[in-house]
């Protein structure tokens, strides 16, 4: 079975650094696109980071210059280094994998995403 797990999250101040790992299993994710998304209580999922199998990546402008998307095929994990941390930095974080169409960070809501598979997410709280 298919299946996605965070790790990484936790609390930081404002400026300080966090890193979340994603662990793929029971499906070959090496040739599909895979992401970070996030959301924040009371707001829409967005999508924050994708990188394509190539290694090719996309971000968020919230989040461009301050976090980097990073994949390893051979263990079948992405990572999220965040930098910089801000407070509306905090929310769920998700992994994602597979949806079809573009590796790509779309706003708004995009159907697609919801098709590919998902793991249960893991917090980051940044306090000011």
């Known amino acids: 079975q298919a299946q996605l797990v965070e790790s990484g999250g936790g609390s930081v101040q404002a400026g300080g650094s966090l890193r979340l790992s994603c662990t793929a299993s029971?499906?070959?994710?090496?040739?599909?696109?895979m992401g970070w998304f996030r959301q924040r209580p009371g707001e829409e999922r967005e999508a924050v980071a994708a990188i394509a199998s190539d290694g090719v990546a996309a971000y968020a402008d919230s989040v461009k210059g301050r976090f980097i998307i990073s994949r390893d095929n051979l263990k079948t994990t992405i990572d999220l280094q965040m930098n910089s941390l801000k407070p509306e930095d905090t929310a769920m974080y998700y992994c994602?994998?597979?949806?079809?169409?573009?590796?790509?960070?779309?706003?708004?809501?995009?159907?697609?995403?919801?098709?590919?598979?998902w793991g249960q997410g893991t917090q980051v709280t940044v306090s000011s």
């Open positions: 029971g499906y070959s994710y090496r040739r599909v696109c």
């Open positions: 994602a994998a597979g949806w079809p169409g573009p590796c790509v960070v779309r706003i708004g809501p995009y159907g697609a995403y919801d098709r590919g598979v």
